[in-house]
């Protein structure tokens, strides 16, 4: 079975601080990819990030930062620095590369950035 | 990077009809294009997978009967919501993927929010 886990349903933090969204998984694939979206107000999906299991090496962009731990079945995503415009769902997702490209999605967390 | 449509962007009907909602990539061929639904402060849950030519695949609960998927094309998948009821008010979504030379790459298109009164 595929599973994946946001605990955090909501996050409010103020401008400027950092944060930190937390995705644990769970797969018996070998191997897999894991993917941050951001999902702002008007709906549509905003790919940020995809991750292949092999490939364990953190990732910056820009604010971004991603920390993938196969050791502990999690990719946690990093907001350095965080901006109003960071407002958002941000989902984790999971696919199996036995699942035909079917996506498993987290619960999701609602970040709220106030100024 | 690739792009998926969706049409109609937000519908609204009354109880009781049918709407299709397109999903087409723009710019690739997609092997396998996918469809979520997404309700209010929910996540995304996948309803079924949809290859050309062939029938699509429903996840558990989602009844086949009143989601009809057709994949005519490489490039186009539509979802029919048949006897649409107001708890099919939702957020529909549909993914184009494709497996070319070993990558994986799924696009997402922007979504139909459809109301049913």
């Known amino acids: 079975a595929q599973k994946v886990t946001q605990a955090q349903t909501e996050i409010s933090v103020v401008e400027k601080e950092d944060v930190t969204l937390d995705c644990v998984y769970e797969?018996?694939?070998?191997?897999?990819?894991l993917f941050w979206y951001k999902q702002p107000p008007s709906g549509e999906l905003v790919f940020l990030i995809r991750?292949?299991?092999?490939?364990?090496q953190n990732e910056i962009s820009g604010r971004y930062s991603w920390n993938f731990q196969k050791s502990t079945s999690s990719f946690n995503f990093t907001i350095t620095a965080s901006q109003v415009v960071d407002s958002a769902v941000y989902f984790c997702?999971?696919?199996?590369?036995?699942?035909?490209?079917?996506?498993?999605f987290g619960q999701g967390t609602e970040l709220s950035v106030k100024p | 990077g690739a792009v998926v449509s969706q049409h109609p962007s937000w519908v609204i009907c009354k109880s009781g009809t049918s709407v299709k909602i397109e999903c087409r990539s723009l710019d690739f061929q997609a092997t396998t294009m996918f469809w979520y639904r997404q309700f209010p402060k929910q996540s995304l849950m996948l309803m079924a997978t949809s290859n050309e030519g062939s029938k699509a695949t429903y996840e558990q609960g989602v009844e086949k009967d009143k989601f009809l998927i057709n994949h005519a094309s490489l490039t186009l998948s539509t979802l029919t919501v048949t006897s649409a009821h107001p708890e099919d008010s939702s957020f529909y979504i549909c993914?184009?993927?494709?497996?070319?030379?070993?990558?994986?790459?799924?696009?997402f298109g922007p979504g139909t929010r459809l109301t049913v009164l």
């Open positions: 991750r292949n299991s092999f490939d364990e």
């Open positions: 997702a999971l696919s199996g590369d036995n699942q035909g490209g079917k996506l498993i």
């Open positions: 993914s184009a993927h494709s497996r070319d030379n070993g990558r994986f790459e799924q696009f």
């Open positions: 797969t018996r694939d070998t191997t897999y990819y």
